[in-house]
């Protein structure tokens, strides 16, 4: 079936570096791919996605290029803020998921703390 | 336009027990999805409905159900409780339920703890 795999972190930054989160994925087909972030005491938000290879999506200063090549979704964004501290997670729609699941899949989720 | 909301947002049963979890989309949204989150599974899909039909099903037993009302709300249901079943229910609407295409919104949680 399909699988999200990215680093679980915590990831600790000072305010102003650039942030890279890893993500890569399994799946069969083509999947659309999103990142999704989520505030403690609160539900996921969809911070940016991509439906197709090569697409780049953005949002808030966060970029992500859909590699089809490498599997690959790589959150990046160049000056990070105390605010950006969250969970980020990668996820993919439209693969195979097995058992005729076509929810989201995601990854497992990456702590980001961020100092000031 | 309000968002999805979830009811309770706590809740504690002990094993054995059965629970009801409810799930109001935003206004116009006909598809519903239940996601179940732990600290070691992650996010997990349970499944999903459209108009009133579950069209989709996560790999999880029998036990988790749901069910979808004319006015798109929703309802998951768990019976003989075990305390795996311990985590946060989260649910999220889309207008058609493409998640390509269409971008899910997800409330905050019922946080379902199982003694």
């Known amino acids: 079936g399909d699988s999200v795999t990215q680093m679980e972190g915590p990831v600790t930054l000072s305010e102003e570096a650039f942030l890279t989160i890893n993500c890569t994925y399994t799946a069969t087909g083509y999947p659309s791919l999103f990142w999704y972030v989520q505030y403690p005491g609160e539900g996921l938000q969809l911070l940016l996605k991509?439906?197709?290879?090569?697409d780049k999506g953005s949002n808030k200063g966060f970029e992500a290029t859909y590699r089809k090549e490498t599997t690959s979704f790589h959150l990046e964004k160049g000056s990070v803020q105390v605010s950006d501290s969250a969970v980020y997670f990668c996820?993919?729609?439209?693969?195979?998921?097995?058992?005729?699941?076509?929810?989201?899949?995601f990854g497992k989720g990456t702590h980001l703390i961020i100092q000031p | 336009k309000a968002g999805v909301t979830q009811t309770p947002r706590y809740l504690i049963k002990t094993r054995g027990q059965q629970v009801t979890l409810s799930c109001s989309p935003i206004s116009g949204h006909r598809s519903v999805s239940w996601y179940q989150q732990t600290p070691g599974q992650g996010l997990q899909f349970l499944f999903e409905?459209?108009?009133?039909?579950?069209?989709n099903k996560g790999n999880f037993p029998g036990r988790f159900s749901g069910r979808q009302f004319s006015n798109s709300r929703s309802e998951m249901n768990v019976s003989t409780l075990e305390l795996g079943d311990s985590a946060l229910y989260l649910c999220a609407s889309s207008p058609r339920g493409d998640f390509s295409y269409n971008e899910q919104f997800f409330g905050p949680g019922t946080r379902l703890t199982v003694l």
């Open positions: 409905y459209f108009s009133e039909t579950q069209r």
């Open positions: 996820a993919l729609s439209g693969g195979n998921s097995g058992g005729g699941a076509d929810g989201l899949t």
């Open positions: 991509a439906t197709k290879a090569d």
